[in-house]
């Protein structure tokens, strides 16, 4: 169970870290440990290479060529600026982490964040639905009509034309990056405010959802890299103030291996089918329904703790 809401709430624009703690709560599941907790996000991670490995093999080799020639191709641009959106979540993830902790003990504001994410997932798409009324209803004076900002600010433009998140300015992919920053609290999501950030700087729904799954991967593997030093330094702690690390339990001794391993290949799995089903849908849909579920799941658990502390 805790691999399928890996695989897919962490690629949904659902939040996978609300739906661990308030499934757990629901159904009274303890955390999990940190190993089987690092393992799930390395299936998830997986699932996202294997589906965008030549993008990712592309922008690779793009960053690094791109060195020689201040990333003027596309590929080479669009691999700066997923590095460029990941550093924001980097440096968060690091320095508030001890602060964010101790929200997963607190069902009540996964459940409230969640609310948000909803809302934001809803005034995004009425705010793009705006846009390209405005754009359409505009005489076309400009050929790049299309490319409105909206909300965010616009620094002098790339010499070169570009096509999807490559067009982002430097600036832009920071604030899109910065986004992400909102999903280390339970009930936010990652995907969900990176892919509401991409809509907001001028992407289309399909173009700011692939620069979201983009940013994931290097996201999702620096949150495994970052724990494995205290996996491999593993030890149980007795006080619970300080057992608590996200949704991993650091006072649990590892799960068997064969746990881990199901844990791992159900996670990288969904996933897969995950970023299939979304690519697809996103390409001719709204994000509203993600909005109208995240209200439901969360105004449903905010009654079921309603009614456990009232008994």
Known sequence: MLGIIQGIAELFPVSSAAHTVLLSYLFHWDFPSLPFVVMLHLGTFLAVLVYFWKDFATITVGFFSGMRTKWAEPEQRLGLLVVVGFIPLAIAGKVLSPYIDPLFAMPAVAAIFLLLT????????????RRIDS???????RPDVTGDRMWFPDPAKPKREYEGAASLSILKAFWVG????AGIIPGGSRS?????GGMLAGLSREEASRYSFLLAGPAILGAAIFELPRILGHKTVDTHGESL???????AAPEPHVVIAIGTIVAFISGLIAIRF????????KLTPFAVYCWAFGLFMLGVIGVRHGA
């Open 135 to 141: 754009v359409i209803a505009r005489p076309a004076v």
């Open 178 to 181: 910065l986004s992400q920053v």
């Open 192 to 196: 969900g405010f990176s892919i509401c």
């Open 118 to 129: 909803g809302v934001v997932l809803f005034v995004t798409e009425v705010l793009q639905r």
């Open 278 to 285: 979304f690519m697809k849908y996103v390409s001719d849909h």
């Open 245 to 251: 690390h996200g949704i991993a339990n650091l006072a």
